[in-house]
């Protein structure tokens, strides 16, 4: 992503977690579950016109959308490491399980092993307007107004597995088996990061 777009999924990013961190449990333990549900405090925020799931803990906040590309499921996925010290990242148990009375589990795919991606088109300089960053831009992004046709960058690198520092975010894309025969699927994202599993509810159309 360019600097500017950067700043502003940073400045989403510290806004959402100073509004939920004050009233979620500080109770988060190893192997624990978390649901991306409204009782869990997750909330819904558009960033450049993608309806991103937030999910905070007093450990990590995670984001996710999810589209589909190619043969594949993308997932958008920010994480954000709120505790004091780094974070190991590994991405091969992520994945994608359905949610009906056959339960299928999609995993996920290493770039490597990727097939007919198509080749992404970075936004232009009418789709996506250079604004300055300062304190009334990001006022406006922390209530939601996000830039008008501006895209989120479908150029996102890849998320690869790393360590994550105390207090930063790795942001990145990831790509899931698909059933291409199935249709309206209820599915669960599931990304365990650091002992706890954050699930997301999400509906994949054909």
Known sequence: MTPLRIAVFASILTSTN???????????????????????????????????KILSTDRFTVMVFLSSEGGYT????SITNLTPIPTKLSLEDFRIETLTSKSQVFHYV???QLENIPT??????????????????????????????????????????????????????????RDP???????????????????FPFVIKP
């Open 18 to 52: 100073l509004s939920l961190a004050a009233n979620l449990p500080r109770n988060v333990l190893p192997y624990n579950v978390v649901v991306c549900q409204p009782n869990a405090g997750c909330i819904h925020h558009t960033i450049f016109g993608h309806d991103y």
């Open 120 to 177: 992404p088109i970075r936004a232009t300089p009418d789709a996506a307007p250079s604004l300055p960053v300062n304190p009334e831009i990001s006022d406006a992004v922390r209530q939601g107004a996000t830039p008008q046709a501006v895209e989120l960058e479908p150029a996102a690198p890849h998320l690869k597995a790393t360590t994550i520092p105390p207090t930063e975010a790795v942001f990145g894309r990831i790509y899931f088996e």
């Open 74 to 77: 993308r997932a958008d996925v």
């Open 110 to 112: 290493p770039p490597s």
């Open 181 to 199: 025969k199935a249709e309206h699927q209820q599915v669960n994202v599931v990304l365990p990061i650091a002992g706890t599993l954050f699930k």
